[in-house]
């Protein structure tokens, strides 16, 4: 457990960090496909999973007092898994990676406000563990990031609803799938968020 005036180790901030700028890049996306953005994603996710296996193997080399760590870098590598296969989906589905053109997109305004949400939960995700030194500012900073968090979620059940009504059912299909990939992003980043939370409250003991 961390102790009080414990910092967060600097390759669990790297790694929320490029979860954040992954995020950027995805809502950038959804609001503008185009295979620029959809490339540029991918490259996020890169970084994102090349910077967690240098995190894994610096935490093995820490001291014992680490166990919220790990879990810690484990959802915010799934939260960017998941992020990153929304987009790689939709630019599959709409050929923009293969220099397809950019139209309204699959469900575009359910996904843009989703992507634009979690880009924001991820962004305070990053602020909350910079600040963890400060109880206050912390704690703000993790209920705004769940906040944005259910946000996603709250959009993923109106998208569901919409694409049962979509009339074309592939188009239908997609929306619930790429929906789903961004609220499955959303629900393992509150869990992050959570776990950031429980470690603030051995801090301030």
């Known amino acids: 457990m961390l102790r009080r005036g414990g910092k967060v180790p600097r390759p669990i901030l790297d790694q929320a960090r490029a979860l954040s700028a992954l995020a950027a890049v995805a809502a950038g996306f959804f609001k503008r496909p185009s295979a620029a953005n959809a490339f540029a994603a991918h ?26 760590w790990p879990a810690v870098l484990r959802l915010l590598r799934q939260a960017a898994e998941e992020a990153g296969w929304a987009v790689e989906e939709t630019a599959r589905f709409e050929g923009v990676a293969a220099g397809g053109k950019a139209g309204a997109g699959i469900g575009s305004g359910f996904l843009v406000k989703m992507s634009s949400a979690l880009r924001d939960a991820a962004g305070e995700v990053v602020l909350a563990l910079s600040a963890i030194e400060d109880v206050q500012d912390c704690a703000d900073r993790i209920i705004l990031a769940k906040k944005k968090a ?36 959303a629900e393992v980043l509150q869990q992050a968020a959570d776990r950031v939370g429980e470690a603030l409250m051995r801090i301030s003991k």
């Open 43 to 68: 490259e996020a996710g890169r970084q994102a999973r090349l910077l967690e296996a240098a995190a894994v193997a610096s935490l093995e080399r820490s001291g014992p007092d680490r166990e919220d």
């Open 150 to 185: 259910l946000e996603v979620e709250m959009l993923n059940r109106s998208a569901t609803a919409a694409a049962l009504e979509e009339p074309n059912v592939v188009a239908g299909l997609k929306l619930r799938e790429i929906s789903r990939r961004l609220s499955a992003s």
